[in-house]
């Protein structure tokens, strides 16, 4: 076994050997480029060092010193050397970026004797003590163990005896007698002598890093992030180079190409005379790196070649860390760049353009997520630099929006009336808000998680949305909202950023997106790559005309419960409810028939001949009936009924766990009146536009919540006999679907049975969510955000779907499904529809297509694209 | 194919083929017993004739009139005859018994002529002319499908025209005149006359039978009953005997035992010179059968004869049906008899000592869920036979119980104090209730159903509840009770039978019930046979000493909740929810310790060394917070906390759907303080009990609903360390194990996983239904009434476990638990751990035990036992 490898005897393929970052510096070394020499102990041994009971076993620290005397004879430079010191930076390189383990030690090597080698080499005393007090106090912290906040005490209290205000005004003696406290620290700390002998230094830093794997917050990363813990870490040991030995020199950080925009330029900082560090620091403030152009032409042209011969070799976008010591060019770190969604996709297409990658790879580089981004409006970048946000709440729905407060849905309405741009603010949003959050730029709640009315429906509408700030506080009634102690009231400015939940109360300006060429050049390689279908949820033909333009290739869910909230209808679907008699239902629904034909009307228009899933009314009747005793008076009144028999009303559909009551396909067994009125507006509808438009309809009637297979059977039964009728009376026939959601586990256990009667599944992965963990989406939240962040679960199964358990129900019914039927459609059209990693288990369990909202067709064109790569 | 067979080609095994009552006539006819003559039209004609699209084949029709012919030889009569007419009864007789069919057609071969036949043969004109009436109302009625009341129409028009009273008072030529009214309204109906030719009146009566086997009534049966459609129905065509030819001839029904106390002596009844028709119609009120011996000295000796040579032959019980003709036996049917739970348990232990059946057999006589009537109270029969029902709820908890009315838990308790015998009346029970349910004979509720809390805590108690009763209206405040429109007050008596939920206003006399010799015999055999184990779900020592009495092998479910509702307990836990940081809630916490600590102490007494299985605080805290403003306000004085606190602590604890909030393991999670003071009470409890008496004690840490599986390693690191901490102290250790109740779909989805730290799982299979169905057991109970009552489902899943879909997570979870952990031990603790059904399955999946409620611990081990049998 091999445990460590020198900087030209790996390459960049060795990644899970040598750890990411050892795995390039070998690469640039091996492809000729500057790289200060060094070697890298390998996850290899780490696995070993954890084995042995946290100990490093004689052939690591053997091999290490073989390559330290290599790196030494290659150097001309001696470990503690008072003539010419060989000091060396040592870091961690994890297979994966990997934080919360221990990071860097620079200028390890230093000690009583090699510090005044430094300050010879460099001419600067104060500079090298000042490095050697830096070295023990990061070498006491993060390999020692000894608390920070302990060396800080011993600085403190030099800098208050000489009454130096900052740092720079310490003086070399002052340092020399810090670095004596900070001896004198470590020896009453831990009843030893800090060490002197630089091999001894390098191995206990090697064994910090390797300890470092397994400190708690390495653990938790790994967990939340699903990393194997069996990767172990490498350990990098790197001649320093010195940036700051004057004016000759200095450091850098750049890109290859510009990582905001895509431009192909390079694109980065640069500080003269300075080490990484002070860059970091904020001490001084860097230069654009075109200026290194004038101070450095001949480094900078080696540079430039450098640059491009490694965007050439990598074939992407790199981000480099340099040195120049004393006119010479040091490449210290070269990666792949993180960049901008708008950058992302330039440098794709550019790539592809440029010949450097194929179009899949253009692809692959992409996130999903991310392109988010580009569908949405954002702030004006400097107007948002000037701005301070006031609160923070949960990024429910991404995008940029300013308006003028408002506390009410009619408020809302009535101001974008008057021609105001206006954002509704709520305690929480239900369906009655509907007609503002649509009038309103953004939506902002104080309560409600990421799956709550407000969240859910601002999202389907790419509306943005700041939901559950618990910073603030919202009186509906009084109007005002107060945050950090201060009254704001309706008319005030607020802008929120849906995409990080930031709040302003201040108006910023939004700037709109832009579909560019490249960006739908991307997204026509992710359509002839995938083979998975993508659809939208839309109740609308607003919604479904959106969708169409962000690419939809048809409606996987149409709710049509959400129509029902309309200002004119939601009078006749509470007559409805409250009817005693099955008569007086059958006349409150032949008022609602008039509407839902005309809903879906739009719909079908708005389609054109794309499939079009409808679902059957599905919330339990609660939710329509009103909730105060105001309305509950106003709707006696205009009925006729007693106050007293709404009350018993609603007391009589008062449910304790509604989510597990009476809704769903349980609302067309009872009242399969429902059933036959929503069936006719579907199919009259459809035969109506069909005949107007010549177009071939095929709607997709959708039962919801099936548990039993004779559910799905009595529901089908009023369909088909409710469809032979409208045929009948139009003496026209057209094809039609009857399916199921599969939203209940029981559904998922039976799915051979249910798919007797079911021509499609549509897997409602929220509710199968919801009751496969026994969380309810509404009360749970503080508990997931608990679990997610101690580990015990490593995402929130709502935002992207657990494989493991629910999507073992997935992948149960989908194969017994099949096995019953053969040809039958499958499709998701819960939230986990527009989630990347969710599409991919889509695409490996073999749907046909995902349906999402609108605003994340593109992502899930993208992410189906994806996959379809992936599972080649 | 042979369609038709005659009585003496049959047996009793050909019950597929002959059905039921053909299986047994043939059987009567083969072992030489005195059965009218017939045959029997195959079930296999009946599924020809469905396929054949409802007509009766050539083959078939040929093969019956071969048959007929034969009859006609043997009896020496003639079909249509005017001298000697042949008449027959027609009688349906399906595979299993199946209400809802066409059942008897008797005297067919009646018509204008035989009619006057028959007049000779019985010398009673007005007989036969009212029996040809009869006959052709009843033909006309069930195989003419004219309704019956435009018969009773012209009936009653003769009826008023000759101004007769009653049916008797009609002459013999009324009879002739409504013959002939019935006569044309078949023809007016059906444009037909009523056949003369007896072969079309047979024919026609075969089809109806066949026919019917397929009418709405017989297909629900089948649906609720779980009979498949594809058995079919025989038809049984057999020649009339007169039991109404004069004195020398009567009928009868009688039982080989007395099927009420099982007692060996034949009891029936007998009517002289009667048809069985008169019996049926209550005209004439029949003689016990003992008279018979001496109105029939020789006839009943043979009888008893017969009815031996029957048990000895069928060794079984027999209910027997018999004509005298004549002074001759005919006997017209037999068939095991039902019988009471005493009375199958007598007669099976006494059929194993006369030597006619072994153990085996006597255990599958006996239907487990008859037996909880021996267990439980009932009422003196002659007092509860004169008193009336007056409103009748759900039979929540089997047994009668009889006192003074009592509307609150406190007065319960102190008129108990008092002497007094009480039932507690309430809207619906909540866990604050639990002294007063204690205290009363019986507990009656207006809400809720079978799974409510209090017919679950009365379940538990084995006392007696009627539950979800909605004719009563209870005002607990003004502390009355109205029904039917009266009012009823604390004091007054009141009884309730909590086998059938009937509930009446007055007192009845209560019998204790008798484990008699019998029983324990039995109970004895059933556990020599059975290898499931079979546990008790108790939360106190009175229940477990209960439980170990009925044969309990261990408590497979303690719950640790019940136990902070008692009175001085109450507000340590809601000092504990109050808490506002860690410190006071472990402060409330320690307060509750020694209480808990005691329970456990007593509940190791009663149980000696049998396992005891103790699970982690379960429900949401809000549960254990006061509901009223008064108890909330007393709480704020009590604590010197701010009502407004306690009310803001209210609602930050409500939840929307708590069946999928803030519970069970997740509460150990959040506040692992409570799991440790748990885990100190039960291991310190055991350590010391373990010393004082002895004894090996074993303890089982449950955790509930876990989901996921890191939410166990959680809790179980908090016993572990816990436990630890606790053997230190004590200087000693035991041996527990750690496990989990598998009760939400994902962890039997992922039970592999879950069993890595499990060393035991108990399935919870009522919340198991409750998420895998998506039916909340407080909200659905109305639904799933509807499902059983339209076949939607077959059972209600919460009463019998859904072996198909809920089963198949079960069996998912023993394979997958099995496989990481062979030895793991797996039981059941839901409300189907007490139900027969649900126990077979348990055995053939594979559980090592289930656990119920004690006093169905004896229906689960006879159900154990006859699931091992059956398994073989």
Not at 207 to 233: D, P, Q
Not at 610 to 635: A, S
Not at 759 to 764: A, D, L, M, P
Request: hydrophobic letters at 40%.
């Amino acid at each position: 076994m091999k445990y460590v490898y020198s900087f030209n005897e790996g390459s960049k393929e060795m990644r899970n050997l040598l750890g990411g970052k050892g795995a390039n510096l070998a690469e640039m070394t091996k492809i000729g480029l500057p790289v200060p020499f060094g070697f890298t102990i390998s996850t290899d041994a780490c696995k070993k060092y954890i084995e042995d009971g946290n100990t490093l076993c004689d052939e690591i620290v053997n091999e290490a010193f073989e390559h330290l005397a290599e790196l030494e004879e290659v150097m001309g430079k001696k470990f503690g050397s008072i003539d010419n010191p060989l000091l060396v930076s040592v870091r961690s390189g994890a297979p994966v970026s990997m934080p919360g383990m221990m990071d860097t030690i620079l200028n390890l090597g230093l000690n009583d004797v090699s510090v005044e080698g430094l300050a010879k080499k460099t001419g600067n005393d104060r500079f090298a003590y000042d490095s050697y007090r830096r070295f023990i106090q990061m070498f006491g912290d993060v390999v020692m163990e000894i608390k920070k906040s302990k060396f800080d005490e011993v600085f403190n209290a030099q800098k208050k005896k000489v009454g130096a205000e900052f740092d720079v005004d310490l003086s070399t003696d002052d340092l020399k007698e810090i670095i004596k406290g900070y001896k004198e620290l470590v020896k009453a700390e831990l009843g030893r002598e800090f060490p002197q002998d630089p091999k001894e230094q390098l191995l206990e830093a090697i064994a910090a890093v390797f300890r470092s794997w397994n400190n708690e917050r390495a653990i938790l990363y790994r967990k939340i992030n699903n990393i194997s813990a069996s990767l172990g870490t490498a350990v990098n040991v790197q001649s320093m180079v010195f940036g700051n030995t004057g004016d000759n020199s200095g450091t850098g950080v750049a890109f290859t190409r510009n990582p905001a925009n895509g431009e192909n330029a390079i694109f980065g900082e640069f500080l003269v005379n300075a080490q990484g560090e002070d860059v970091v620091a904020g001490i001084r403030t860097p230069q654009p790196i075109s200026e290194m152009k004038d101070a450095f032409p001949e480094v900078y042209a080696q540079f430039e070649d450098v640059a491009s011969i490694l965007e050439n070799h990598y074939k992407d976008m790199q981000d480099m860390e340099f040195t120049v010591e004393d006119n010479k060019l040091f490449m210290l770190q070269t990666r792949n760049g993180k960049r901008t969604a708008a950058a992302a996709v330039k440098v794709a297409v550019d790539l592809v353009n440029e010949g450097l990658i194929d179009k899949e790879t253009a692809i692959m580089r992409i996130e999903p997520d991310q392109i988010s981004q580009l569908l949405h409006p954002t702030f004006d970048a400097d107007e948002l630099a000037k701005a301070t946000a006031v609160a923070k709440g949960l990024p429910a729905s991404p995008g940029a929006a300013t308006g003028e407060i408002c506390f009410s849905a009619d408020d809302a309405s009535a101001a974008v009336e008057a021609g105001k741009k206006v954002i509704l603010v709520r305690e929480e949003t239900s369906p009655e808000d509907l007609a503002g959050m649509i009038a309103a730029e953004g939506i902002l709640t104080a309560r409600g998680g990421m799956t709550s009315h407000a969240a859910v429906v601002a999202r389907g509408m790419g509306k943005c949305c700041v939901a559950g700030c618990k910073d603030i506080t919202v009186d509906e009634a009084g109007k005002t909202l107060e945050v950090g102690g201060k009254k704001y009231h309706e008319g005030q400015q607020i802008s929120l950023n849906g995409t990080d939940g930031n709040v302003y109360l201040e108006a910023i300006k939004t700037m709109a997106p832009e579909l560019s060429g490249d960006f739908g050049t991307i997204m026509s390689w992710a359509d002839e790559i995938r083979t998975l279908k993508v659809r939208t949820n839309a109740d609308n033909p607003r919604d479904a005309k959106q969708a169409v333009e962000f690419g939809a290739e048809g409606i996987g869910l149409c709710r049509t419960e959400h129509m029902f909230f309309e200002e004119e209808r939601i009078p006749k679907i509470r007559r409805m409810i409250l009817a005693e008699t099955e008569a007086e239902r059958r006349e409150a629904l032949a008022g609602l028939l008039p509407y839902q034909k005309e809903d879906f009307k739009g719909i079908y228009k708005a389609m054109g001949e794309r499939p079009v899933t409808i679902r059957l009314l599905d919330p339990p009747l609660h939710e329509f009936l009103p909730k105060t005793e105001d309305d509950m008076r106003q709707l006696s009144e205009q009925f006729g009924i007693p106050y007293e028999k709404i009350v018993a009303k609603t007391i009589e559909l008062h449910e304790f766990n509604p989510m597990l009551g009476h809704r769903g396909c349980r609302l067309a067994v009872t009242y399969p009146e429902i059933a036959e009125m929503q069936t006719e507006a579907i199919i009259t509808a459809a035969l109506e536009v069909s005949a107007e438009e010549g177009l071939d309809i095929v709607p997709e009637i959708m039962v919801p919540l099936v548990g039993i297979d004779n559910e799905l059977k009595f529901v089908k039964k009023v369909i088909d006999e409710t469809a032979a009728k409208c045929f009948e009376a139009a003496g026209r026939e057209l094809k039609y679907m009857v399916g199921t959601m599969i939203e209940i586990p029981r559904a998922a256990l039976t799915a051979d049975a249910i798919a007797e009667d079911a021509e499609f599944f549509s897997f409602g992965t929220n509710d199968l969510t919801q009751m496969g963990f026994g969380f309810s989406r509404d009360d749970t939240g503080a508990i997931i955000k608990e679990y997610t962040s101690n580990g015990v679960l490593a995402a929130d199964p709502f935002q992207s779907l657990d494989q493991v358990g629910i999507g073992k129900l997935v992948r149960m019914a989908v194969e017994d499904g099949r096995k019953t039927r053969p040809n039958i459609k499958l499709g998701i059209c819960g939230e986990h529809g527009g989630d990347p990693a969710s599409i991919h288990f889509c695409n490996e369990v073999g749907l046909n297509y995902v349906s999402c909202s609108p605003f994340r067709v593109p992502i899930a064109r993208l992410a189906a694209a994806q996959a379809a790569i992936e599972s080649k």
